[in-house]
């Protein structure tokens, strides 16, 4: 249901590759309360996904930006505030990638130039996108920024690999500048930490179906969908939300606070026979012991 929430506002969306991505959603949401919109995302995912669609659905324009390099974002700025005829009240940053998880470059054998790109991709993207913006003035005062996190930046998750690392950098650079931006020009910075979410970037992560089914089973609520994240995201570009800044916002169905729960618990117990291979003198079956489980990082 549309409220109109952002009626007025204009907004700068990076990350939507195809239909199934976090930013494609709320794009389309933000749309949907009135806003308008422009997009933006890598070269190459104008060629690999279909950003263009999108954009001929919002009735805007998609600017290719490489978000590592601070001359993409300067130009890209510069064109959307002339799309705007204006300032920016709203950015959205769902920008991720690690090269290590592409490759299959386990943590405990990293290999640092990709490692780096993780960083510079996931994470500075972030700074360079907001130190652009302030070097332009292209955001209006009580305007809002969102970036996407992951639950992998407070707590190690089997397989999340250098994005943990990205992930904890990300959440810093939304406190560190938030400060900055916050005291300057009344703008807020945050982290969304959403749920495992079924899109490509998603997908790429070890053992993903694994990973959702777990987290489904330990959040009270349930997994938060990527049209839930939008919900949630255009509450923080409102006008609702105008005191919240520099906060990591958990939007998992609760999952965060979770240590076992018996939905979890119940498949757990299930299985648990079929790994049990040793009896003690008692006959009582224990597991197998962590330090003989072999697997990659
Ligand atoms: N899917 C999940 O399970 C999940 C969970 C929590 C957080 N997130 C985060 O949500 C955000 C969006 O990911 P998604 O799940 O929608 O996947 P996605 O693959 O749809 O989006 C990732 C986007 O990053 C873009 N990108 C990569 N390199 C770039 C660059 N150099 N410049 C500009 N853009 C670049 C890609 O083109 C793509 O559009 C990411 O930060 C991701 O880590 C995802």
New binding site residues.
Partial sequence: MACNLLKGKKGLV?????E?????NIASRAHEEGAEIVL???P??FRM?SIRELAEKLNTQAIP????KLEDLETLFNKTMDHFGGKIDFVL?????SPNVRKGNTYDDTNYDYFQKTLD??AL?FHKILQTARGLDAINEWGSVV????VAAQRTLYGYND?ADA?ALLESIARSFGYIYGREKKIRINTI??????????SG?MGFEGLMDFSERMSPLGNAT?EEAANYCIALFSDLTRKVTMQNLYHDGGFSSMGMSHAAMDIYNKNLDDVCDCKDEEGVKHRTRPEDLTGEE
């Avoid at 990076?14 to 195809?18: D, P, R």
């Avoid at 199934?20 to 494609?24: E, P």
């Avoid at 940053?93 to 990638?97: A, F, Q, T």
């Fill in positions: 990076f990350g939507a590759l195809n199934k991505s976090i930013a494609w933006t995302n890598a190459v995912a996904g930006a490489d978000a590592t940053h769902s920008i991720g990638m991709i996931s993207s970036a996407l996190s992951y994005m992930k930490s959403q749920s495992p979410t079924p899109t490509t970037a998603g992560v990527a």
